[in-house]
């Protein structure tokens, strides 16, 4: 297992939480988390793993800060 | 328009489009029907108003020879969802050359208007010269055909966007309103004037919910016409949904292309002020003067900190699925709605607020609704304000106009009026006039003369190429901060490829949240202009076609003397780099040197020959 601290943006945070230390299978990548949470997937638009831009697919390890944005569309 | 062939790229002439000018000296008028050059023409907005725009020479904005053009897009009036759009072509008084030429500018809205001009078989009005009366058009539908009138407007002289439509309401209660306010009736001292246009909330509840033609001082430009408010006069001509449309409306609302934009209440991101919570999280949501601080400031102007003590409702347009308006109210004691305050948009909401330090939602609300009831381009003034406050802030023994400085809402709110009503040509004219005679340009926040919108410029080289303002003809702005998007090649390829064809949404009479990320060239338009119009056209012509309009765009600017060291971002982002800015930096001289050299290399050769079409 490991641990990862999960930050939801915006939306994201209503009926969840804001920012969390949440435990996961060490082999868990970011979709099981975004499927764990029950995030909207048409409304996901940024991942930052530690800060730095990834993707669904993308492997995490014991300890990364995990944050998930909604998509940025202003006008 | 009149199709007298299925294949629009190929047989452009054979589609006829009705046009009217009318000559405000001599009130004369001309109805034509014409037919397309080309696909541009066809699709219709800026498309077709840039080629005409480039046939005249145009030494200043405020002269007889500059049309105002009003026109549609193909799909405006039609089934396809979001399909309001209503267009503004025109050299613009505020956007211009350092040698001194206005630009050519486009605006656009949605609301109602656009699709009741459409149905009264009208697809373009320009207007020649100026009136020496105020007046007021009136575009109805009738047996013979649209027919266009001008009637004596006096008595709406003073009256703000909303008290104008409202007015005009009670002589035609079936039609719907473009409008001015002060500020374009003040067109000499105020360069930033937009054109309000109604919607049927706004109609129903009689509470100043327009949609705004904001940007480029298109309503200045009317102002200066002395054409106060065009009426559009005709019956709802929806044509019963087909399954293809329907389809694609459907596509459109559920398939995630406008998911984000949606109301939270139906699982979506609530409109574009979600923009915030975003933007926030890289301290990229601009402060005091498009200077992030690093803090938590912004958070202030949270949906979810707002809600608390105001009502927050959902609202749309005409018949569109999309419901991207967040409409403010005042709560009541017992959590009811109190009286209608603003909406809160992205843009205005920051560049009102958190950019003027202004992090009270009823104050920023206060401030938004006193732009739009003066017809103010929000997104102008309120980077002018910023200019203006950040001057004071950093001459503080030597402040000017009324001294005021960032937060301090009275003053700022007395700005705003001032400017409103003509009496603050220093703000009424735009950041670039100001900044130049104040002698300090380097933290003015415009590009080529436009004030640029909420995103911070060290995210987005990409304004330099923006024709008509940085989030309506580029759409790099989330290239870096959405995409993580910073090596050069994928710049390159965003300004000189696929970002470029946002415009294409204001040629064809839909809004950018239809498909925001794709465009226009995409099966999800071809099926509706083949189920709407029988028109088969492909993706590639449709592309084409945006891509040859943006690049007229470019071409018409640089024939308007912008020099290429014109395309650039404000100096104080190299100048004085902001190190809270949690992204990478795209924005050193040797990156924007790369950047430049590469983008023209594939700009340039393109650009030959498009004036002349
Ligand atoms: S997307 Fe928004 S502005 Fe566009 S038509 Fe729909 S509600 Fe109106």
Redesign the pocket.
């Known amino acids: 297992m490991m641990k990862i601290n999960v930050k939801l943006v915006g939306m994201f945070r209503i009926g969840r939480f804001n920012e969390k230390r949440l435990e996961y299978p060490s082999d868990a990548r970011v979709f099981d988390i975004v499927e764990d949470l029950q995030l909207p997937k048409d409304v996901l638009g940024i991942i930052l793993i530690n800060g730095l831009h990834a993707g669904e697919q993308d492997s995490l390890k014991d300890g990364d800060a995990l944050s998930l944005l909604p998509m940025l569309d202003g006008g | 328009m009149r199709f007298l062939t299925t294949d629009p790229a190929a047989e452009s002439s054979n589609i006829l489009y009705k046009r009217c000018t009318i000559d405000l000296r001599t009130v004369e008028q001309r109805m034509e029907e014409t037919p397309c050059r080309n696909l541009e023409d066809v699709l219709g907005g800026f498309g077709r108003s840039f080629q005409d725009l480039a046939r005249r020479q145009i030494n200043n904005a405020y002269c007889d020879e500059n049309p105002l053009i009003v026109n549609t897009g193909l799909l405006t009036g039609s089934s396809a969802?979001?399909g309001?759009r209503t267009y503004f072509s025109g050299y613009s008084p505020i956007k211009g050359s350092k040698a001194g030429l206005p630009a050519a500018m486009w605006s656009t809205g949605?609301?109602k208007f656009g699709a009741k001009f459409k149905w009264t078989g009208l697809d373009e009005l320009i207007f020649e010269n100026r009136s020496e009366q105020p007046v007021y058009v009136v575009i109805k539908e009738t047996d013979a055909g649209p027919q266009v009138e001008l009637k004596p407007a006096e008595r709406l002289l003073g009256l703000s966007t909303h008290d104008k439509i409202m007015a005009l309401q009670k002589d035609y209660p079936d039609a719907h309103f473009a409008a001015i306010g002060q500020a374009g009736e003040n067109w000499q001292n105020n360069f930033m004037g937009a054109v309000a246009l109604s919607?049927e909330n706004q109609l129903k509840e009689k509470e100043d919910k327009c949609?705004f033609a904001g940007r480029g001082g298109m309503g200045s430009l009317m102002g200066y016409k002395n054409i106060l408010a065009l009426v559009a006069q005709s019956s709802d001509k929806l044509k019963p949904l087909s399954e293809a449309v329907k389809k694609v409306n459907l596509n459109v609302v559920k398939g995630g292309g406008?998911a984000r934009?949606q109301p939270i209440s139906r699982g979506g991101g609530g409109g574009t002020w979600a923009a915030y919570d975003v933007l926030q999280e890289f301290h990229a949501v601009p402060v005091n003067n498009f200077r992030p601080q690093g803090n938590a400031i912004p958070e202030k102007l949270f949906r979810e900190n707002v809600e608390k003590e105001y009502d927050i409702k959902s609202?749309?347009?005409?018949r569109?699925?999309?419901?991207?308006?967040n409409n403010i109210s005042e709560k009541n004691a017992d959590g009811s709605k109190g009286e209608f305050l603003a909406k809160f948009d992205y843009e205005p909401l920051n560049l009102l607020g958190t950019n003027i330090g202004i992090h009270d939602a009823g104050q920023a609300a206060r401030l938004i609704q006193l732009s739009d009831n003066y017809g103010m381009d929000a997104i102008s003034l309120g980077a002018t304000i910023s200019y203006a406050l950040s001057y004071n802030e950093r001459h503080p023994q030597k402040t000017f106009l009324n001294g005021a400085t960032f937060g301090d809402y009275e003053k700022i709110h007395e700005l705003i009026i001032q400017a409103g009503e003509g009496k603050l040509p220093e703000i009424g004219q735009g950041s670039m006039r100001l900044s130049q005679s104040l002698n300090e340009t380097c933290y003015a926040y415009h590009v080529k003369g436009l004030e640029i919108p909420a995103y911070q410029p060290e995210t987005n080289p990409g304004y330099a190429w923006a024709i008509a303002g940085g989030h309506m003809s580029m759409g790099t702005y989330g290239l870096l901060t959405r995409e993580g998007k910073s090596d050069l090649d994928s710049w390159v390829k965003g300004i000189t490829e696929d970002k470029l064809h946002i415009v294409g949404f204001d040629m064809i009479g839909l809004?950018k949240?239809?498909d925001i990320a794709k465009g226009i060239g995409t099966q999800m338009v071809v099926d509706c202009l083949k189920s709407e119009f029988d028109l088969d056209v492909s993706i590639d012509n449709i592309r084409a076609a945006v891509r040859r309009s943006f690049l007229r765009g470019l071409a018409l600017e640089l024939r308007q003397g912008y020099t290429k060291a014109e395309f650039c971002l404000p100096a104080e982002v190299f100048e004085n780099p902001n190190q809270n800015i949690k992204l990478p930096n795209i924005t050193s001289p040797e990156f924007i040197e790369k950047l430049e050299k590469r983008v023209w290399e594939i700009f340039e050769p393109e650009l030959e020959g498009l004036l002349n079409a």
């Open positions: 969802m979001t309001m949605s609301g919607t949609r406008s934009i609202q749309a347009c005409y569109c699925g999309i419901t991207c308006h809004c949240f239809f």
